[in-house]
């Protein structure tokens, strides 16, 4: 059996998060190829941590998100995509907003599409 870990970006309230660059809470699961997932931690991250600040600093320095397998989120920019999947993290949005229902459609395949990102939502602090 394999086992993938994957990182859904969460609202204080536990819908999907709107933006994967500016999401601070990050649910991450086990994902085996055929059992049940099961939620393995949280990560919460600060302002200056989140995926966004990583990606405009551009030092090319390591991130948590890097030891996940996938990432989900409802929106994001090609620029935070590209530099996740240089480290083999793939990052994926989608418009379902239960974190827990988007990582069964990604199981099946069946992910609905992401919502389109939005350049001044990601330059919003």
């Keep these: 059996m394999t ?3 994957l990182a859904v970006a969460v609202t204080p309230d536990g819908n999907l998060a709107a933006h994967a660059g500016r999401a601070l809470r ?6 085996p190829d055929e059992a ?3 939620l393995a931690w949280t990560l919460d991250l600060t302002k200056v941590g989140c995926l966004h600040e990583w990606h405009v600093r ?5 991130h948590p998100l890097h030891f996940v397998d996938i990432a989900i989120a409802a929106s994001a920019g090609e620029g935070v995509r590209r530099r996740l999947q240089a480290r083999n993290t793939e ?3 989608t418009s ?3 974190p827990e ?5 990604y199981r099946v395949g069946n992910l609905p599409a992401g919502l ?3 350049t001044p939502v990601c330059h919003s602090s």
């Design 3 to 5: 086992e993938k870990l």
């Design 26 to 31: 990050w649910q991450v699961y086990v994902v």
């Design 36 to 38: 049940d997932i099961s």
């Design 58 to 62: 551009g030092e090319g320095e390591r």
């Design 91 to 93: 990052l994926l949005t």
């Design 96 to 98: 379902e907003p239960d």
């Design 101 to 105: 229902t988007a990582i069964k459609a």
């Design 116 to 118: 389109p990102h939005e």
